[in-house]
Structure formats: C-alpha cells, structure tokens
C-alpha cells in the first residue's frame, strides 16, 4: 500500500511542477493564458503575482518529495499535511475561480491521502 501511496503523492507533486512552470514561466504565454482563463494584458499585468503563486506550489511539491523519501513516520506526517493542503486548496479554488481545480488538484491529492492513511 506504500507504493501506491507513493504512487498517487508523487502524481500530485507532477501536478504541482507543471503549475509550477506554467505560473513561473509560461505565464504569459497562449498555453498557460488557455490553461487559467487569461487574457494577454491580464497576464503581463499578473506575472508577478502568478510566479508568487508559481513558487508556493513549488514548495508544496518539494514537501511531498520529502514525504515520498523521508522514512516512517516523518514521510507519511509530511503526506498527510501537504495533501489536506492541496485538497483545501483544491476545494478553495474549485468554489472561487474554477471547477477544474477540484478535479485537477484536489481529487488526485484526495485519492493519495486516503492510501496514505490506508497504508
């Protein structure tokens, strides 16, 4: 079950670095303006913000990759803390800009949070 675990966390934390990239890189460019709903102006006018956002979903990443690598029970407290992060994150963004968010943040972290805790 640890594999799984495993498994699904480190899907999350793909999730995350892509966002990552797109936040902090591609921000303006037509991929990621398609990928959040944004215009071009919004987006040159927003980079800043976006690579703020861009580096908080780094660090998310970089706690799972610890909760992936660090033994019991220090890997699995990691987990279980940075997933409730992104499924409220997930939760917060579904109710206030998009739907998307909740299948695309909140439900995969769901599903490595319950074989967290299964395992």
């Avoid at 797109?22 to 303006?28: D, G, I, R």
């Avoid at 040159?44 to 990443?61: D, I, R, S, T």
């Avoid at 610890?66 to 992060?85: E, Y």
Wanted: hydrophobic content about 65%; some cysteine.
């Amino acid at each position: 079950m640890r594999i799984l675990a495993d498994a699904l966390t480190a899907l999350v934390v793909l999730v995350h670095l892509y966002i990552v990239v797109l936040e902090m890189v591609l921000w303006t460019t037509p991929r990621a303006r398609a990928a959040f709903g944004t215009t071009e102006e919004f987006a040159h006018e927003a980079k800043a913000f976006a690579a703020n956002q861009g580096l908080y979903n780094g660090f998310v990443a970089a706690g799972l990759v610890v909760a992936i690598v660090a033994p019991d029970p220090v890997g699995p407290a990691f987990a279980v803390f940075f997933l409730v992060c992104v499924v409220v994150a997930g939760a917060y963004g579904a109710a206030t800009v998009n739907r998307r968010t909740l299948f695309v943040q909140s439900v995969p972290a769901a599903l490595a949070l319950a074989a967290v805790l299964a395992a």
